[in-house]
């Protein structure tokens, strides 16, 4: 069998298994555009798939042994199982089989200046910041993020520059199959304790995702985990960002604008070089767009255009996504699934001027509900009106003896309903015109605003009939 290390160099026909997944097509998008003949298969239709049709790549729908003859390399995603048809028969047929997260190594690793951002919050709306700027600039990059980019309706494209902005998540230590020319850590929190168990393990793969960077650390200079994961390291240039004096890029002079939009200037080396106004709200996101001018300004990119860029930036999918103001009542979703996320992103709505804030809360997984459940509890007092669903199980089984109640009884006020319908049924009856519905959670919970929405247009129609 050919070596995995190098096996991009040997072979020229690649086969992606459940080619439609969100971490998927980007890689295949990128393969073909590098002059590979690449194919991939799924079990469902999708925008993704009429996407990777439209570059010419063969789509298989359902997963069959025949799929992989006479390929050279097999990809498949963490979500297909050892016994899928594909893999049999590609490992009957020693055809070297790969996970995805591997190949997105060896991709990132054919580009000179790769930057790789990490950290627990963040990540998605940062790597869109990047590549956004830099796209704006002119300078081509290719890109594998966690939502789609407003301006290219993807999730990922295959540039023609030395450049690429990869989303690199530390669950089961992923990222470290990267090895950046430029690496960004956001912050360190206590997230996927199911794996990492302390954040003392956690800081330990971010300083070991820090010295596989080759050149830059981009760094946040006010979180004191970050900084424990980089202390002493001297490989490559470390680069801080954050509000406190001893930051290289600092955000000086924030202001509040209307709808918790933020408005501050960047200081560079004790003098202020720009001022920047964001269309996203929040104030954790002054971190992320501090993060992405510290790293487009090392690129090159001019002040002018970075100030432009960023106040263009209208956010990425599900990340703090309007979708719609209906009967006066404005409905949108965010992947918050952490406290601190929720923490940031009840905050923000709390300060954008509508009457009342119903969240609606998905928990996500049960090891993270039953570890952080006093912190989940906390962060749900913020908005006016809580509902909490049924916790989406994802990898898990209920080990841990948790359930949707027991985070009810902690957030004074808050109603359980178990289904997406239930849940629909209960906002839209008590929500009244300048009120914000707002559904949170890593998992499906975009269904349920989905819902609220369509159940608004059709209250519509009818209506105008």
């Not at 360190?188 to 300083?207: A, C, E, M, Q």
Request: include cysteine.
């Amino acid at each position: 069998m050919k070596e995995i290390h190098d096996i991009l160099s040997q072979v020229k026909k690649v086969h992606f298994v459940g080619i439609g997944g969100s971490g998927m097509c980007p890689l295949a998008e990128i393969l073909i555009h590098r002059g590979y003949e690449v194919s991939g298969s799924d079990n469902a239709e999708s925008d993704t798939l009429q996407r990777i049709r439209s570059y010419g790549i063969p789509v298989y729908m359902g997963q069959k042994a025949e799929n992989v003859q006479g390929k050279e390399l097999v990809v498949y995603s963490a979500a297909i199982k050892s016994d899928n048809p594909e893999l049999a028969a590609a490992r009957k047929l020693n055809i070297p089989c790969i996970e995805r997260s591997v190949l997105l190594g060896m991709v990132t690793s054919r580009y000179p200046k790769s930057i790789c951002v990490s950290g627990t919050h963040g990540k998605t709306t940062t790597t869109g910041l990047i590549t956004s700027v830099l796209l704006d600039a002119g300078a081509d990059p290719s890109a594998v993020i966690g939502g789609n980019l407003p301006k290219t309706g993807t999730n990922g494209r295959a540039g023609s520059s030395d450049k690429i902005v990869v989303e690199s998540c530390e669950y089961v230590n992923t990222f470290l199959q990267l090895h950046p020319y430029l690496a960004v850590i956001l912050n360190i929190d206590n997230d996927h304790l199911d794996y990492f168990k302390t954040v003392d393990n956690i800081i330990h793969s971010f300083r070991q995702f820090a010295k596989q960077t080759s050149d830059v650390l981009v760094v946040n200079g006010d979180d004191a985990n970050t900084r424990k994961a980089v202390e002493g390291l001297t490989h490559a240039k470390i680069i801080t960002f954050g509000k406190g004096e001893h930051c290289d890029y600092r955000a000086v002079n924030i202001q509040d604008t209307k709808a918790a939009r933020e408005r501050f200037d960047v200081m560079k080396d004790g003098k202020i070089i720009n001022e920047i106004t964001l269309s996203i709200p929040g104030k954790h996101n002054i971190y992320n767009a501090l993060a992405a001018y510290a790293v487009c300004d090392l690129m090159g990119i001019p002040a002018e255009q970075l100030q432009k860029s960023l106040k263009a930036f209208t956010g990425v999918h599900r990340r703090f996504e309007m979708l719609g103001t209906y009967e006066g009542v404005t409905v949108a979703d965010d992947f918050a699934h952490h406290p601190t996320e929720l923490t940031a992103t009840l905050t923000a709505a709390m300060h954008m001027g509508f009457h009342n804030v119903w969240a609606v809360f998905q928990p996500h997984t049960y090891s993270r509900t039953a570890l952080l459940l006093d912190d989940f509890a906390k962060a749900l007092t913020i908005p006016d009106h809580v509902i909490i669903s049924e916790i989406l199980a994802v990898r898990e089984t209920n080990t841990y003896n948790i359930y949707a109640e027991d985070l009810v009884k902690k957030v004074p006020g808050a109603v359980y309903r178990k289904t997406f319908p239930e849940i629909a049924d209960y906002v839209m009856e008590h929500a009244k015109s300048g009120d914000l519905i707002l559904t949170m959670g890593g998992g499906n919970v975009y269904q349920c605003a989905n819902l609220i929405v369509d159940r608004y247009k059709s209250r519509q129609t009818a209506a105008e009939k």
